[in-house]
Every structure is written in C-alpha cells, then in structure tokens.
C-alpha cells in the first residue's frame, strides 16, 4: 500500500483540500474523496457538486486535518 492509499483509508468520506496539477498550474478544491483504482481517484468537488475522476499522477497534495499527503 504506497503512502496515498494509506492517506486516502485514513480521511475516506471527509471534506479535504486536494491541490491538482492544471496545466502549469495548481488548482485547489473543497472535495469529498469517493473511490480509488491503481490509476484514478474519484472525488465529490463540493463547490460546483460535481464528481470528477483525475488521474493519480496530477495529485499535488491533499490535507485534512493534521494528515497531509504530497507527492513526490
């Protein structure tokens, strides 16, 4: 199990901060985490209610609480 697996069991269902990678850019999101594959994670973006499936390697980083998750 790599370290976002573990993060992604620890914080399963609750509001967290998830930074992707847009572009040349990072964009942040209020989102609710719903399922994971080896390749994608799925997550509820709370602000527009919408569910968006991004692929694992555009995940920045993503906190809740005190856990943190930042890719290497």
């Given amino acids: ?7 992604l ?3 399963g269902g ?9 572009g040349s850019t990072n964009k942040d ?3 609710q ?3 994971a594959s080896p390749q994608y994670v799925t997550f509820n973006d ?9 692929s694992r390697k555009r995940i920045v ?3 809740v609480g ?5 890719a290497r």
């Fill in 33 to 35: 985490f719903i399922g």
């Fill in 46 to 54: 709370v602000s527009t209610g919408l569910d968006r499936k991004v």
């Fill in 1 to 7: 199990m790599n370290k976002l697996d573990k993060f």
């Fill in 66 to 70: 005190k856990s943190r998750y930042r």
């Fill in 14 to 22: 609750r509001f967290s901060t998830l930074t992707l990678k847009e």
């Fill in 9 to 11: 069991t620890q914080v």
């Fill in 29 to 31: 999101y209020c989102a």
């Fill in 61 to 63: 980083s993503a906190r």
